[in-house]
């Protein structure tokens, strides 16, 4: 059973282009999470969403950042127009639907976004 | 969510056990511990998760006392692999849309010979 999947691994832009983040959760999982790490800091949540759906988007800035989960096909992350201060790592995470038991999340391996 | 207070770092040698304390003296009834461990450029890995009293696994135990306003995760015979960022987590799974984590700067554990 394949974990969480996120590519790409690195990913380098110049300030003003976009940024797309792929993550495709573990098989039956149903719900996705996207964090961001700044260095030296813990994770900071985004974005909590289910296929076609976001459930919570909190954590995510007002501006230049959006989610989906399509029917079909990975979640994406999208960052447009970015700025040195979007460099992080971006964590993807996913779960199955959540109860009155916190369930474990599982982490992909990150994202590492570096804007010059 | 409550907020949690950790140690920022801690040192030990391999072999011994170590034990990370994290206060939460706003927990809520409903709310779980959850431990987290992330190693460098990697994503969080669960360790242990518990309500009340002992939990224990092959990884990990977790003590909580009756009053639950404090946890410790406690590390058998500690090796180099062990080293590591330490993150302790309180919420119940329901508020905030679901299982929305809230990670404060955890602890950071180094082994050495």
């Known amino acids: 059973n394949a974990g969480v999947m996120q590519n790409p691994r690195h990913l380098v832009r110049r300030r003003g282009q976009e940024a797309r983040l792929r993550c495709s959760p573990m098989k039956g999982h149903s719900h996705v999470y996207w964090y961001r790490q700044l260095p030296e800091e813990g994770l900071k949540f985004m974005v909590y969403?289910?296929?076609?759906?976001?459930?919570?988007e909190s954590g995510m800035p007002k501006e230049r950042f959006s989610a989906e989960f399509p029917k079909e096909g990975p979640s994406i992350l999208r960052i447009q127009q970015v700025v040195r201060g979007d460099s992080a790592a971006y964590f993807c995470?996913?779960?199955?639907?959540?109860?009155?038991?916190?369930?474990?999340?599982?982490f992909g391996p990150g994202t590492r976004l570096t804007v010059t | 969510l409550a907020k949690t207070t950790q140690p920022i770092s801690m040192d030990s040698y391999e072999g011994q056990e170590v034990n990370i304390t994290c206060s939460h003296n706003n927990i809520a009834t409903n709310d779980y511990i959850t431990w987290y461990q992330q190693f460098p450029s990697q994503g969080p890995r669960f360790i242990i998760q518990g309500y009340k009293t002992k939990v224990t696994n092959e990884v990990a135990s977790l003590f909580i006392p009756a009053d639950r306003k404090s946890s410790t995760l406690s590390l058998p015979r500690v090796s180099l692999s062990d080293t590591a960022v330490y993150y302790c987590l309180v919420g119940d799974g329901l508020t905030g849309g679901g299982n929305k984590l809230t990670f404060g700067t955890g602890t950071q554990l180094k082994v050495e010979l």
């Open positions: 969403l289910q296929k076609e759906n976001i459930i919570d």
């Open positions: 995470a996913s779960s199955p639907p959540p109860s009155g038991v916190p369930y474990e999340q599982y």
